[in-house]
């Protein structure tokens, strides 16, 4: 099938099945045709947090060169576009294994489709790290976040983790201090820019198996992510760093709900393994960003 004849740029949003929730996403199947500049432009008009190009395809081995691209700038990896791109390709090539080539690195991913209809797709990351954050860079951003060192929950120290980007995971003691979520956007980016991390994981512990979690994304010219498959990647590399997976090395993230795009993904991570899969669905959606509720700054 050549995937060529389909629209340039197709919208979806992952981490749901309901079109009002999740975090959209454009997928342009012919990226191959454009150059840098004219990515970046694409992806500012599709106005979604981030673009995914498919630039080659091995159509036989089901395997594919994706890039990433914000309304700001490339990107070296993006899981909830991922995401989108594998439930796209398996509605259009028929749902199985696909490979994606990345600036990260090889993601292997598995497109099923549910018995109601809805396609699943789990991405399998680059080896995650962690290690724990400095006081300067925790001082630095709980400042810009406008929070204190009490918000924090003490079981769960401050880390910078890697699941294909950096992301400073901070979490707090309560739901009320993660809702109320009203931070400098352009303080906090300079923060970002200046140590490298893609997203903040402000996270609250829920239960062993169930975590809320807000994902600010300045870097990208967005307030707020309401879904982050590379930011749920890592964070499953910090929980395994603490000791601190569930018995089953299975967890859920509930993010987008204080934005009113609620997402759920699904995460699976080992003791022993330094990969990490995260699950979701996406449903294809009219039109993009402008209707997202993301708050593009």
Known sequence: MNLRTYPEITCYTAFTTDP????????????????????????????CSETAFVVATDHAARRFQLRYFSPLGEVAFCGHATVATAVALAERIGPGPLVFDTQVGEIALETSTEPEGSVTATLTSVPTRSRPATDAEVSASLAALRWSQEDLDPALPPHVAFGGNEHLVLAV????????LDYDFDTLAEVMHRHGWLTLQLVWREAEELFHSRNPFPTGGVVEDPATGSAAAAFGGYLRALGALPPSGAF????GEDLGRPSLLRVEASPTDPRVRVSGQAVAIMGAGASTGQGEA
């Open 20 to 47: 009002a929730g999740g975090n959209p996403a454009g997928v342009v199947f012919n990226g191959a045709a454009l150059d840098d500049a004219a990515m970046l432009a694409t992806a500012a008009a599709a106005g």
């Open 252 to 255: 859920t993230i509930r993010q």
């Open 173 to 180: 003691s309560t739901r009320e201090r993660l809702a109320a």
